[in-house]
């Protein structure tokens, strides 16, 4: 692995920091200091080895439960893991799992998986039975580690886990569970106590697998996506980029480990930037300005619905009595615009997925300046090219919206393969493009916006409707908690707008959902049809699982046309 000079190149012999302090420069960085980033540590494993030397003692983990990891003591203990997994026989290459809830021996156990030359393989909290058993068959685990308190789940299905040789379980078990996988489970906590921590170099470059991780399955059947060191180091670096975290930030990390967002997004990411990292097991809206506020937190990042939550929270004092706080985060103008004020909140913008991290963002200086215009996602970061064009591939003009593709300037920026899915592998990348199957568009200064998922975009009698933008639309509506507004198909091929709702109380009407969208979207995006529900299904990470609420018929809905019509001709006599 070719490593780069720690020195500057006009003062030879003065050691600097890496990467540059983000906070003190114009734009982006070159793509020079991207290639240095992938020179100077190569991979996600020997980041690691790396920062240790670079900040000892410095604290890098800060446990919700009480415990402090630093930079050097990650680095022992992940060694010690490694060196026990070595000697229970693993080969370079096996696929070994992590099931379990945020935690420091999750983290401990991805880093000692890849020390190993073993590729980690990333597990669902919430999935049971077939969902569970597709995470671990898929990509062929041969070893899990398993949080004690998700063990019935996978007691429930280990007869099908053939694979499987050994797990190693953190926390306690109970005597139900240890009488079921006596003779192959192994005590977390033992085998750090009992490793030497002596392991041979393992050589991992940027083209090798760092995790295995599964799409958020929000279309369709979730895809096991090979992620490569190269993509994790250049995304980790578009994120200290963009929101400008530096050796003296704070990061809060809440999402699911198991999610890239969480992984590589701000976990790797602030061990790249030489910050420390604040971890808890889930996202609490009602204790989060407390997290904020008690550990000093400069950064946190938002998918899905997270600030649409916090913004359902009633206002407190907590809310704004904090640090200068960067969301590195994506949401429309609305939903950017509200949370911005209320909370005193930056937010960088951006727009990625698991198979190509964020291409797409904002350079910290028009993070910090404003200049990022709200619900845009940015511009193409240095790693990336960005294309956004029509059915046939050709480019796009300006406002007019197309699917999304991706090209890497730098070598493994993107995903490797889906595993195991050539066809969809290929199909992919036809072109030479990542063809994310996402909309967007220009505006006239080059910005990205996110239009829809191409399978969610709504046609309705010739207009083309974003489903994002009328979801966003009604959740500025305070009576309405959620919402998913999907397409309700007919024979005839036409469809029409369905908007699923959860209400904040029983009190909610379709009338009222209707009054609202009259005096708030345009005529053409009004849904004609209303489902009134108590929840929404969700991937842990808070995307709502749409492809579950296609299936809907006509007879199930609240059919509205007669309202609508009614009281828009009411409108326009009252107009006239």
């Known amino acids: ?30 793509l020079e200091i991207y290639r240095e980033c992938l020179e100077r540590y190569g991979s996600v494993a020997n980041l690691l080895r790396e920062k240790a030397k670079e900040n000892g003692d410095k604290i890098w983990l800060v446990f919700e439960k009480g415990s402090r990891y630093s930079y050097k003591m990650m680095n022992e203990i992940t060694e010690k893991m490694a060196s026990s997994l070595l000697g229970l026989g693993v080969s370079h290459g096996d696929r070994i799992a992590i099931f379990g809830f945020n935690s420091p021996e999750w983290i401990i156990a991805y880093f000692s998986i890849l020390k190993a030359g073993c590729i980690p393989v990333t597990v669902n909290t919430a999935f049971i039975k077939d969902s569970l058993i597709y995470n671990l068959v898929q990509p062929e685990v041969r070893y899990v580690f398993v949080d004690a308190r998700l063990l019935q789940q996978y007691v429930d299905i280990m007869d099908e886990l053939n694979l499987v040789e050994k797990i190693i379980v953190f926390g306690n078990v109970e005597q139900k569970h240890e009488e079921k996988i006596r003779g192959m489970y192994l005590e977390f906590d033992k085998l750090i106590a009992a490793s030497t921590g002596n392991i041979p170099e393992i050589s991992s470059g940027w083209s090798d697998s760092c995790a295995m991780i599964l799409t958020s399955g929000t279309t369709g059947r979730s895809k096991v996506v090979v992620e490569t060191n190269s993509e994790f180091l250049l995304t980790a670096l578009d994120m200290i980029d963009a929101g400008g975290v530096n050796a003296n930030s704070v990061v809060y990390v809440y999402l699911p480990l198991f999610h890239i967002m969480a992984l590589d997004l701000a976990a790797i990411s ?168 996402d909309l967007g568009r220009y505006d006239e200064n080059g910005n990205i916006y996110f239009v829809d998922r191409a399978k969610d975009a709504i046609r309705r009698k010739g207009e083309n409707i974003s489903s994002f933008e009328v979801e966003q639309a009604l959740l500025k509506y305070e009576k309405i908690k959620d919402v998913a507004v999907v397409p309700l198909k007919f024979e005839s091929g036409d469809e029409e707008v369905l908007a699923i709702v959860v209400p904040m109380d029983d009190k909610l009407s379709s009338e009222n959902i209707i009054d609202y969208c009259i005096n708030n979207m345009p005529s053409f995006w009004i849904p004609n049809y209303i489902k009134i529900v108590p929840n929404l299904p969700k991937t842990p990470t808070g995307r709502t699982e749409k492809f579950k609420l296609k299936g809907i018929k006509e007879g199930e809905t609240i059919k509205m046309t007669g309202y609508i019509s009614k009281k828009m001709k009411t409108s326009q006599n009252n107009f006239s």
């Not at 020195?7 to 070159?30: A, H, L, N, R, W």
């Not at 809206?285 to 550990?295: L, R």
């Not at 997270?306 to 929270?313: N, R, Y």
Request: hydrophobic residues 35%; contains cysteine; aromatic residues 12%.
């Open 1 to 30: 692995m070719k490593v780069a000079n720690n020195f500057i190149k006009c003062q030879k012999d003065v050691f600097y920091m890496f990467p540059p302090d983000s906070t003190k420069k114009e734009g982006f960085y070159s």
């Open 270 to 437: 602030s061990m790249l930037a030489n910050s420390t990292m604040v971890l808890v097991e889930r996202f609490n809206p009602h204790e989060f300005w407390n997290d904020v506020n008690k550990y000093g937190v400069t950064h946190f990042h938002a998918v899905g619905p997270i600030l649409e939550a916090l913004l359902k929270e009633p206002p407190s004092e907590r809310e704004k009595n904090h640090k200068p706080l960067i969301a590195i985060a994506y949401s429309s103008k609305e939903i950017w615009t509200a949370a911005s004020d209320r909370f005193s909140i930056r937010i960088t913008g951006g727009y990625g997925g698991t198979e190509a991290g964020i291409p797409v963002t904002s350079p910290f200086s028009d993070v910090f300046s404003g200049k990022n215009p709200p619900g845009s996602c940015g511009k193409p970061a240095p790693p990336f090219e960005v294309s956004i064009v029509d059915k046939r591939d050709l480019p796009v003009k300006i406002g007019e919206t197309g699917e999304i593709l991706i090209r890497s300037r730098l070598p493994y920026a993107t995903f490797k393969e889906y595993y195991a899915m050539k066809e969809e592998t290929l199909e992919a990348f036809r072109d030479l493009w990542f063809h994310t199957g």
